[in-house]
């Protein structure tokens, strides 16, 4: 898994509107939180959206983009970002190349992970949280991050 201090992957995923978002388009331009989620509508998850949702304006604050990503295709979330109203992105990473690009593994083996990264303008990871049942566990500790 990546560390603090480790370069961010310049992933490439399909957003829940179909277009292309590139991590790497945001290097010089904006702080990123990306949050790694298991599945879309389930309890916890939503728990996690929901709190980026509701703190969108202090992550905004702090010139920074936040980012969903999951297995789920590119249907299911939307469904999701539309039902939540979610103000930000969510990927599609259905084949798991983001998921194994961050470093993760799977939890018992099986179970996918929830593991949020803070990355800086650099493209530098500035935090890892982990927390498998923690939603608002991961939006204090990326503010907290981002305060640093």
Not at 31 to 41: G, H, Q, R, T
Not at 51 to 67: G, L, S, T
Not at 109 to 119: A, D, W
Request: charged share 25%; aromatic share 10%; with cysteine.
């Amino acid at each position: 898994m990546l560390n603090v201090g480790d370069p961010a992957p310049d992933i490439a995923l399909e957003d829940q509107h179909g277009h292309l978002f590139r991590l790497g388009d945001l290097r010089g331009k904006s702080n990123a939180v990306l949050f790694f989620y298991p599945k879309a509508n389930t309890a916890v998850c939503t728990l996690e959206a929901c709190a980026f949702r509701d703190h969108f304006e202090e992550f905004a604050a702090h010139d920074c983009v936040v980012v969903g990503i999951s297995h789920d295709e590119r249907e299911a979330q939307f469904r999701f970002a539309q039902r939540w109203r979610l103000p930000f992105t969510l990927l599609c990473d259905t084949s798991g190349k983001a998921e194994a690009a961050f470093g993760m593994t799977r939890w018992l083996g099986v179970l996918r992970n929830r593991v949020t990264f803070v990355i800086d303008k650099q493209g530098r990871v500035q935090a890892v949280i982990h927390g498998r049942f923690q939603a608002e566990h991961h939006v204090r500790e990326a503010l907290k991050a981002l305060d640093r």
